[in-house]
């Protein structure tokens, strides 16, 4: 592509025919790639061999027949922005020789992550779990590179496991750091969090993830969910009387029986 991606991978397409009308014997390709840092991925030839060595590529191509054509495809991965120009000769052991060339605009990468996280309980009781599901999504436009998922526990609850649908989670003293890797433009990435309440009182898990790809949005990197660890005193239930206040009450009821039933007689 061009404009490419900082970190996104380019592939060049080198075409190489023997337009004459005799063999082309020890056939070379030799190219560099320079105005941007740059790693080569691969560099593969439908005939022969290719070397990498740092930003530049030597093939040894054999013999293209007359008429005939080959075919190398060499892919990089620059890690700055400007323009990478790939430049080389195609050369044959008769001195016959032609130029190859290239330009890629490379643009700083930009990827808009988000966050967002659910409970399957708002309330829960002490001893029992609560399970927040996470899920952070590229919004795009390029891929996003090394991301990170930091989750804060409140203290009333205590960590079980958090388990991602790529990469690795681990935890220390309520926070856990997922390191989700590479996400590209679309894609989307889980996280199933497990902690168990631990001590009574309103609750408030946070998170937020970032990478080292640019964020053109931040105002979405970042969510919470609230709830509530009960004690067993927290359950909600109907006022009752003691023994003593029962029967006071039953009394009370029976005089206003008799009351009642003398008021009815006077009539």
Do not use: W
Request: glycine share 8%.
């Amino acid at each position: 592509p061009d404009p490419a991606a900082e970190g996104e991978s380019i592939t060049y397409t080198i075409d190489i025919d023997n337009n004459g009308t005799e063999d082309a014997n020890n056939v070379m390709l030799d190219v560099s790639l320079t105005g941007v840092p740059v790693s080569i991925d691969s560099a593969t030839p439908d005939q022969g061999s290719c070397t990498p060595s740092g930003s530049t590529v030597s093939c040894d191509l054999g013999t293209i027949p007359a008429s005939g054509n080959t075919t190398v495809t060499i892919i990089v991965s620059p890690s700055g922005t400007g323009t990478l120009v790939l430049g080389g000769t195609v050369e044959d052991d008769a001195s016959n020789s032609a130029p190859v060339s290239a330009s890629t605009t490379i643009a700083a990468a930009s990827a808009d992550l988000g966050i967002t996280m659910l409970s399957d309980v708002p309330e829960i009781t002490l001893g029992s779990q609560v399970t927040h599901f996470l899920t952070v999504t590229n919004h795009g436009p390029d891929t996003a590179n090394n991301i990170v998922t930091d989750v804060t526990l409140p203290s009333q609850l205590t960590f079980i496991s958090a388990t991602p649908s790529a990469g690795s989670c681990s935890e220390l003293s309520g926070a856990i750091t997922c390191n989700l890797s590479t996400l590209a433009n679309s894609d989307v990435l889980s996280i199933t969090l497990v902690a168990r309440a631990f001590s009574p009182g309103p609750t408030t898990t946070t998170a937020f993830v970032n990478s080292i790809t640019d964020d053109p949005d931040m105002a979405n990197n970042s969510a919470s969910v609230s709830g509530y660890a009960a004690g067993v005193g927290d359950k909600k239930s109907i006022p009752t009387l003691s023994e003593y206040g029962l029967m006071l009450m039953m009394i009370l009821m029976a005089l206003l029986v008799v009351r009642n039933q003398t008021g009815t007689r006077r009539r």
